[in-house]
């Protein structure tokens, strides 16, 4: 999927989600948790390992150095959607193991040429969050292609399952294509990917247990934060394939999911700065509703003004709570939006400031925002 018309596609694709009500099928056994819960599931990865191949070039996600199609290069979010250089260090590890060209990498500019062509498909951001594994998400939307997408074609659960994917995709063709997608990826699996997985697994867990240990204080320091976003407990999940620039869904789930970059190796700190962005996210968004009129939100971008507004809010979120850590979570969102960070705090804060500008009316709005969470008002 192209990143730069994709991504101002993100809050339409979110808010279509949440009015189309997600399937429910195997989880009704769950119960609400008070805590998150980080790890990583193969079906999320495998999914955004193939979205990260729709783009154009290897590193097309990556914030462009200019604005295409004659957009302005401000109302472009600043955060790339996928790591830049994933693709190639995967078509290096299919070349030696010997399996390269997959269907994937045949196809993936087809599918990066139909994804671009329809705002539906920027669902796909989000899809593989409302299912609990790769069985129900794949069978879903192989039992809605073979329903013609009516859910009074099947019975129970599966109804709920196609009529969610019927209200994303609404016409035949974008049934065909997000089905053809979903072979695609199972191919993907069979040929190098499951396998690839389970290579990494070990290391993947040792991570999952050691962002966990960073995140556990952090949590109790964010208490009150958390409780006022109505967002105690869920479930965070490592992608190794994705950016910066991470997803959430909170309603239409029994808990909210969030997905975020895999932090380097040795690092497991850094997965903290995209969680707690992620977790402001939904409150930003409300803000730039709130503190900015209509016509200056087409203006600017509303996924690019929320986008930047959500990183300047995490920052004073962390600067309350975290204050030794201000100066981290500016460095990490510098250096994923391309910048290289100042040494200096003043430089640093100056560069940070710069990179993600947002009008004055709405640095009040998020400032009061934070306060307003913090004192749990």
Not at 346 to 366: K, Q, Y
Request: glycine share 8%; hydrophobic share 45%.
């Amino acid at each position: 999927m192209g990143s730069a018309r994709s991504r101002p596609l993100l809050l339409a694709a979110t808010a279509l989600l949440i009015a189309c009500g997600a399937p429910q099928a195997g989880e009704q056994d769950i119960a609400p948790v008070r805590e998150w819960r980080i790890g990583t599931a193969e079906h999320i990865a495998l999914w955004y390992h193939g979205l990260a191949y729709t783009a154009r070039a290897a590193d097309a996600s990556a914030a462009p150095t200019r604005a295409p199609d004659g957009q302005r290069a401000d109302t472009l979010p600043p955060l790339p959607l996928y790591r830049p250089g994933y693709v190639d260090s995967m078509t290096a590890l299919k070349r030696a193991a010997g399996v390269f060209p997959t269907e994937l990498d045949e196809r993936a500019d087809e599918f990066a040429r139909e994804f671009e062509g329809e705002d539906a498909y920027s669902a796909l951001h989000f899809l593989p969050l409302y299912f609990r594994d790769g069985d129900a998400l794949f069978g879903a939307i192989r039992v809605w292609h073979q329903a013609g997408g009516d859910p009074r074609r099947v019975g129970g659960a599966a109804a709920q399952a196609v009529a969610f994917l019927s209200a994303l995709f609404r016409t035949e063709r974008q049934r065909n294509t997000v089905a053809a997608w979903a072979n695609v990826l199972q191919a993907e699996s069979r040929v190098f990917y499951h396998e690839h997985w389970q290579t990494r697994e070990p290391a993947l867990a040792a991570l999952d247990s050691a962002v966990t240990a960073e995140w556990q204080p952090v949590a109790d320091s964010l208490a009150d934060f958390l409780l006022y976003a109505r967002l105690r407990g869920g479930e965070l999940f490592l992608v190794p394939a994705l950016g910066p620039e991470g997803r959430i869904v909170t309603r239409g789930v029994q808990q909210p999911r969030v997905a975020i970059a895999t932090p380097p190796a040795g690092r497991p700190r850094d997965a903290l700065w995209p969680f707690i962005r992620e977790l402001i996210y939904p409150l930003t968004a409300e803000t730039v509703r709130e503190y900015l009129a209509p016509v200056r939100i087409r203006e600017l971008g509303e996924t690019a003004v929320t986008s930047r507004a959500a990183v300047r809010a995490g920052a004073l979120l962390v600067d309350r709570v975290l204050p030794a850590d201000g100066a981290a979570y500016r460095r990490y969102f510098l250096a994923g939006a391309g910048h290289e960070p100042p040494a200096g705090s003043d430089e640093l804060d100056a560069a940070f400031t710069r990179a993600f500008p947002i009008p004055p009316e709405l640095e009040a709005g998020i400032e009061d925002m934070v306060r307003q969470a913090l004192a749990g008002i």
